[in-house]
């Protein structure tokens, strides 16, 4: 089993830029294949990013290469760099796990979640 627990949210004003923070306690994060998602207020959960054990990357279409998730498993942490970030991007984000192989992008293909992290945009 493994906590998640992210950090680094905040408000930035439109064209910024913020660096999530996942750090995972008990197993290790390498064990895992971790991912971003994020919900805005009255929207579901929507898929942001997933690393594979493997270091292979997927993103969603809407991130339009803004943002780099990456982990340190040495540190036993996974990141969200987000840049040129607009007010469309405010959300709770939110680091998941997953058992599972291959590319993963569905909430229920993860079987553990963090509490979120509020990231708000200004105009």
């Known amino acids: 089993q493994v906590q998640l627990a992210e950090s680094g949210g905040g408000l930035v004003q439109a064209g910024g830029s913020l660096r999530l923070s996942c750090a995972a306690a008990?197993?290790?994060?390498?064990?895992?294949?971790m991912a971003w998602f994020r919900q805005a207020p009255g929207k579901e959960r929507d898929f942001v990013a997933h690393?594979?054990?493997?270091?292979?990357?997927y993103y969603a279409d809407f991130v339009k290469g803004r943002f780099t998730i990456s982990r340190d498993n040495a540190k036993n942490t996974v990141y969200l760099e987000m840049n040129s970030l607009s007010p469309e991007d405010t959300a709770v984000y939110y680091c998941?796990?997953?058992?599972?192989?291959?590319?993963?992008?569905?909430?229920?293909?993860?079987?553990?979640w963090g509490q979120g992290t509020q990231v708000t945009v200004s105009s």
């Open positions: 998941a796990a997953s058992l599972r192989y291959g590319r993963l992008m569905h909430t229920y293909e993860f079987d553990y």
């Open positions: 690393i594979m054990r493997s270091g292979g990357r």
């Open positions: 008990g197993r290790t994060s390498s064990t895992y294949g």
